[in-house]
């Protein structure tokens, strides 16, 4: 009898294993049917003479004790020095136009594109978008093979992905995985939604093509995050719908134009939930509101909670610039807003994003000064040079325990506004401070080298 029990419990195990085995996908026929339209770039960069050597002009066949006399670290006029790097792309169009990131191709004088029969082909920068980390390549080719476009939206997480590349130079490479995750923002990348994925992907794979099972590009890989240089399990791709506006407008006009609103965010905790009265944390919260900008046209206000955009939802505060910057400048929005903890909606006219901007603040001595019991916290009155900066407000100058320092308060902080109260003076603090109710979380306004930002506030009996 035990004998027949362990020959059942084997056979069980057999029949599992092989029908787990017939529900893994099988990769073959995708990878022969894509693989062709995988590029493998490379580029050159030539040394530039250094000021040393415009100066003193030394020639070729200088003697090599002068060599050594003026440093062999310094490389002389006529030597050609060079150095390449390793990239990925795709064709995107049987004419010859490529998709790969800009970091693979930035500051190169030539690039030297290689295709699946092994041809060489001299390639041109049509237009690189640093923001999206984006770039369009054009090579004199005709019939050439290409991929085919998938939707990136309707992807979804846990559906299983293709990476083909080349890393560390080893050519049409092919990793798979799942996504991990959508909508990602990485740091200093506002405008970029990205794919996380567990696709093996190391250097040399970027700007090399994600395909779904159907063999579909949906995304562009782009980043990895790791402690060792190598793949850690956390890979991000660009979208391939982000990627294709950008590509439309880097060959019709050479740059990328994104939509703007104007207005500083950041993301609603538990506790500001609680203190703006929602019943969840979801939305952008409305630090500051850029001057001259859409978003002030448009009446929106600082303490604004944006949690809807043309009926897109916002649930993170990251969601909001990645919604924005694809609409075009001029276009007409729809905002969803929380004020006061009533809702209502607020029509904008998008503007065009602009190259850069920072508000500095200067933190001057100030006029009058007194310490609110309260808080724990000695304030000042702004001089005329921080009014001109900021507006209205008064200053931290000391921070006592008490609930300023739970709340995160610190010296120099400027405080604007408490629990939808504008504060105009040391007096008018006082005045709000002292009516504000207990035990709950209450928002408060604050200023600190020069970026604006809600902190909750909470007083206790």
Same mark, same amino acid.
């Given at each position: 009898?035990?004998?027949?029990l362990r020959l059942f419990v084997v056979c069980l195990v057999v029949l599992t294993a092989g029908r787990a085995w017939a529900e893994l996908p099988d990769f073959?026929?995708?990878?022969?049917?894509?693989?062709?339209?995988?590029?493998?770039?490379?580029?050159?960069?030539?040394?530039?003479?250094?000021?040393?050597?415009?100066?003193?002009?030394?020639?070729?066949?200088?003697?090599?004790?002068?060599?050594?006399?003026?440093?062999?670290?310094?490389?002389?006029?006529?030597?050609?020095?060079?150095?390449?790097?390793?990239?990925?792309?795709? *064709? @995107? +169009?049987?004419? $010859?136009?490529? &998709?790969? =990131?800009?970091?693979? !191709?930035?500051?190169?004088?030539?690039?030297?594109?290689?295709?699946?029969?092994?041809?060489?082909?001299?390639?041109?920068?049509?237009?690189?978008?640093?923001?999206?980390?984006?770039?369009?390549?054009?090579?004199?080719?005709?019939?050439?093979?290409?991929?085919?476009?998938g939707n990136s939206d309707k992807l979804e997480v846990g559906e299983w992905v293709v990476a083909i590349g080349s890393p560390f130079g080893f050519d049409y490479?092919?990793?798979?995985? *799942? @996504? +991990?995750?959508? $909508?990602?923002? &990485?740091? =200093?990348?506002?405008? !970029?939604?990205?794919?996380?994925?567990?696709?093996?992907?190391?250097?040399?794979?970027?700007?090399?093509?994600?395909?779904?099972?159907?063999?579909?590009?949906?995304?562009?890989?782009?980043?990895?995050?790791?402690?060792?240089?190598?793949?850690?399990?956390?890979?991000?791709?660009?979208?391939?719908?982000?990627?294709?506006?950008?590509?439309?407008?880097?060959?019709?006009?050479?740059?990328?134009?994104?939509?703007?609103?104007?207005?500083? *965010?950041?993301?609603?905790?538990?506790?500001?939930?609680?203190?703006?009265?929602?019943?969840?944390?979801?939305?952008?919260?409305?630090?500051?509101?850029?001057?001259?900008?859409?978003?002030?046209?448009?009446?929106?206000?600082?303490?604004?909670?944006?949690?809807?955009?043309?009926?897109?939802?916002?649930?993170?505060?990251?969601?909001?610039?990645?919604?924005?910057?694809?609409?075009?400048?001029?276009?007409?929005?729809?905002?969803?807003?929380?004020?006061?903890?009533?809702?209502?909606?607020?029509?904008?006219?998008?503007?065009?994003?602009?190259?850069?901007?920072?508000?500095?603040?200067?933190?001057?001595?100030?006029?009058?000064?007194r310490l609110s019991n309260s808080l724990g916290v000695l304030v000042t009155d702004l001089s005329d040079r921080q009014r001109k900066d900021v507006g209205d407000?008064?200053?931290?100058?000391?921070?006592?325990?008490?609930?300023?320092?739970?709340?995160?308060?610190?010296?120099?902080?400027?405080?604007?506004?408490?629990?939808?109260?504008?504060?105009?003076?040391?007096?008018?603090?006082?005045?709000?401070?002292?009516?504000?109710?207990?035990?709950?979380?209450?928002?408060?306004?604050?200023?600190?080298?020069?970026?604006?930002?809600?902190?909750?506030?909470?007083?206790?009996?």
């Amino acid at each position: 009898m035990a004998v027949i029990l362990r020959l059942f419990v084997v056979c069980l195990v057999v029949l599992t294993a092989g029908r787990a085995w017939a529900e893994l996908p099988d990769f073959r026929e995708l990878v022969k049917e894509t693989s062709p339209a995988v590029v493998n770039i490379s580029t050159v960069q030539h040394a530039r003479s250094t000021a040393f050597q415009q100066r003193y002009g030394l020639p070729d066949d200088v003697p090599e004790i002068f060599r050594h006399f003026f440093g062999q670290q310094i490389p002389l006029p006529g030597g050609k020095q060079e150095s390449a790097s390793l990239g990925s792309g795709f *064709i @995107v +169009s049987r004419d $010859g136009y490529i &998709l790969t =990131n800009n970091h693979v !191709v930035k500051d190169a004088d030539e690039i030297i594109v290689r295709l699946s029969d092994r041809r060489e082909l001299d390639a041109v920068l049509i237009g690189a978008d640093e923001s999206s980390d984006l770039a369009v390549l054009k090579v004199e080719a005709k019939n050439l093979p290409t991929v085919e476009l998938g939707n990136s939206d309707k992807l979804e997480v846990g559906e299983w992905v293709v990476a083909i590349g080349s890393p560390f130079g080893f050519d049409y490479s092919v990793t798979a995985g *799942i @996504v +991990s995750a959508k $909508g990602r923002s &990485l740091p =200093n990348e506002n405008y !970029v939604p990205f794919i996380q994925t567990d696709v093996a992907i190391n250097p040399g794979n970027s700007g090399g093509p994600l395909f779904n099972l159907d063999g579909k590009v949906v995304g562009i890989n782009s980043q990895i995050y790791t402690r060792s240089g190598g793949f850690m399990g956390v890979s991000f791709a660009i979208p391939i719908n982000v990627a294709m506006d950008v590509v439309e407008q880097l060959k019709a006009n050479g740059k990328v134009s994104r939509g703007w609103l104007g207005v500083v *965010i950041q993301e609603v905790s538990k506790d500001l939930a609680e203190s703006f009265g929602l019943d969840k944390a979801a939305g952008a919260l409305v630090a500051q509101v850029v001057p001259n900008s859409p978003a002030a046209s448009a009446g929106i206000e600082n303490g604004d909670i944006i949690t809807r955009i043309n009926g897109r939802d916002i649930y993170l505060s990251s969601d909001l610039p990645h919604q924005v910057g694809r609409l075009a400048a001029g276009e007409n929005a729809t905002l969803d807003v929380v004020r006061n903890g009533k809702r209502k909606k607020v029509m904008v006219t998008i503007g065009v994003l602009p190259d850069s901007g920072a508000m500095e603040l200067a933190q001057n001595p100030a006029t009058a000064e007194r310490l609110s019991n309260s808080l724990g916290v000695l304030v000042t009155d702004l001089s005329d040079r921080q009014r001109k900066d900021v507006g209205d407000g008064v200053m931290v100058k000391e921070v006592r325990r008490g609930p300023a320092s739970m709340a995160g308060l610190i010296n120099g902080d400027i405080i604007t506004m408490i629990y939808g109260e504008q504060i105009h003076s040391v007096a008018e603090f006082d005045k709000v401070v002292n009516n504000l109710p207990k035990n709950r979380s209450v928002p408060m306004r604050i200023v600190r080298r020069g970026t604006a930002m809600f902190i909750p506030l909470r007083i206790t009996d």
